[in-house]
């Protein structure tokens, strides 16, 4: 999967084309609209590790923790985008 994408705020745009699992995972961010992804949701991505590049990106991500059942009870990760981020490359700068 490649998505172009334009991260907004501060003092310019900062525009990046994403590959792989690094562009799937800001995919399902942005498509979560707000409910966050998992990856309880999403158990074949090491989605931590992807999480870690987006921040290190510039992009703002919060992480709640989540209790849950079955076999091995526990807690897991959700995962929300909080960076407002448009598709497609607008505005200037370069990521």
Not at 38 to 59: C, D, K, T, Y
Request: glycine letters at 16%; aromatic letters at 6%.
């Amino acid at each position: 999967m490649k998505i172009n994408v334009t991260l907004l705020g501060g003092e310019c745009p900062r525009v990046f084309t994403l590959s792989g699992r690094i562009g799937q995972t800001l995919h399902h961010l942005m498509q979560s609209k707000g409910q966050g992804i998992s990856s309880l949701e999403n158990p074949a991505i090491r989605l931590a590790a992807h999480i870690h590049v987006l921040r290190g990106m510039g992009f703002v991500i919060d992480t709640e923790r989540e209790p849950h059942g079955g076999a091995y009870p526990g807690y897991h990760a959700r995962y929300r985008l909080k960076s407002n981020v448009v598709l497609g490359h607008s505005g200037r700068g370069q990521g």
